[in-house]
Structure formats: structure tokens, C-alpha cells
């Protein structure tokens, strides 16, 4: 079945520690996509990528990074430069080709640090 | 720039129907999408809707889209526990605009 994967589910770090979240889509998408989620403020995002080797930031990049080498895969670094990085992390994915362009999700990441 | 507003709650008996209402601010023609958040989960799209249509109804959803007031309602009809959930409207958009979502609660 194809899909986002998004792992580990929970992820604990220490503070002061960068800590990399993994995305691997094989909806043979071009664009994907980083979200962050807080209680009660929806979904912002983070950073996006429309085509392998390049990437936009999105409304709170500050403090977080992403690489995009390969079409299938998308993993977003959380750096010791984030403020409150304590959050759950969502994945998404679209083609880009098409009228109707919905994204498909992963089932996050919920990364705790203390 | 794109917004898109919804309310943050709404709850309702078993049975009864929900109405989640959602408003977005692009004029140009577009299509708006339906997500339904679990707890704990990712995003599942429901349903969507292209904004030259009026209605669009699947299985238990309907949706309506009003363009002259740029208003998008989700009706869930014969509503269960199982629908208990955040729905998110949005707007088709480099990238997609979501609004907050809309915490439904359903009461046995």
C-alpha cells in the first residue's frame, strides 16, 4: 500500500541536542511537506519542498532544517536553536501535476524535550 | 493572503446531525478540502469540493459551499462517537491554508 511514514512515533531528547525526524513517502509525490502542531493553534508549517534539491521555509522555520536528496524522502532536523521544539510533527506529501492536489499525511512524530 | 477561519468547538448528541462551518478569503476559482484529524494521528481527507459547485454529498457528508459569501459548511448526518475528531477546512494554495480546526465532540 502506498503511504507517508513518519517514525519513531514518540521521541524523547534532552535540550540542547539537534534530533532529526524521518519522513519516506512512496506515492511517487514531488512535494512534501513539514507541519508543526500545537494544542489549539492548528497547523503551521515549517518547511516545504516542490522538487528534489530545493526547499521553501514556511511561516516558522526558525530553528529547524530540512534536506530533500531524494524524491521519496523529506527528514526535518530540530536544532538546539529551537525555542520550544516540544510538539507533535506532521508529514505530508502531494503530486504537483494535477488540478486536485490534496495532501496525504503521515501519522507524526511526537517529540518531547525535557 | 490566503486565511481561512473555523470555529474551535462544537459538540453534539449521538444521532443528531453536525454542521462545521468553515470561511476562506480566495476569490479566484479553487478547491476546498475536508481533513479529519484523529487523536493522535495524521490528517485523512474526507472529502472536497471545486468552488463552482453548490453541494457536493457523500455517504453521511455533505458539503455546501456558499461562493457569493465565501462560506463552506461540513454536515455529518446520523452523527456517531466514532466522528469525534478535529476537522480542518482548506484552501487550495502553494502550499494548502489550513484553518485551526474545529474540535467536534459527540455526546452518547
Known amino acids: 500500500d502506498g503511504g507517508i511514514t513518519q517514525s519513531p512515533k514518540y521521541l524523547f531528547r534532552k535540550e540542547g541536542q539537534n534530533v532529526t525526524l524521518s519522513c519516506e513517502q512512496n506515492?511517487?509525490?514531488?512535494?512534501m511537506y513539514w507541519y508543526r502542531q500545537d494544542p489549539g493553534q492548528g497547523l503551521r508549517l515549517i518547511y516545504y519542498s516542490q522538487i528534489v534539491n530545493d526547499f521553501q521555509k514556511g511561516d516558522i522555520a526558525e530553528g529547524y532544517s530540512v534536506s530533500r536528496e531524494k524524491k521519496e524522502s523529506f527528514p526535518l532536523t530540530v536544532t538546539s536553536a529551537q525555542k520550544n521544539p516540544t510538539a507533535f510533527y506532521l508529514c505530508?506529501?502531494?503530486?504537483?501535476?494535477?488540478?486536485?492536489?490534496?495532501?496525504?499525511f503521515g501519522n507524526g512524530t511526537r517529540l518531547t524535550v525535557t | 493572503g490566503e486565511d481561512v477561519e473555523q470555529s474551535l468547538f462544537l459538540s453534539v448528541r449521538e444521532g443528531d446531525s453536525s454542521v462545521i462551518n468553515c470561511t476562506y478569503t480566495d476569490s479566484s476559482s479553487t478547491y476546498l478540502y475536508w481533513y479529519k484529524q484523529e487523536p493522535g494521528a495524521g490528517l485523512q481527507l474526507l472529502t472536497y469540493?471545486?468552488?463552482?459547485?453548490d453541494m457536493k454529498q457523500d455517504q453521511r457528508l455533505t458539503v455546501l459551499l456558499n461562493k457569493k459569501d465565501k462560506h463552506l459548511s461540513l454536515r455529518i448526518a446520523d452523527t456517531q462517537t466514532g466522528d469525534s475528531a478535529i476537522y480542518f477546512c482548506?484552501?487550495?494554495?502553494?502550499?494548502?491554508?489550513f484553518g485551526k480546526g474545529t474540535r467536534l465532540s459527540v455526546i452518547a
Open positions: 505530508a506529501s502531494s503530486t504537483t501535476d494535477r488540478e486536485v492536489s490534496p495532501l496525504h
Open positions: 506515492l511517487n509525490h514531488d512535494a
Open positions: 469540493i471545486f468552488s463552482n459547485m
Open positions: 482548506a484552501e487550495r494554495a502553494t502550499p494548502l491554508v
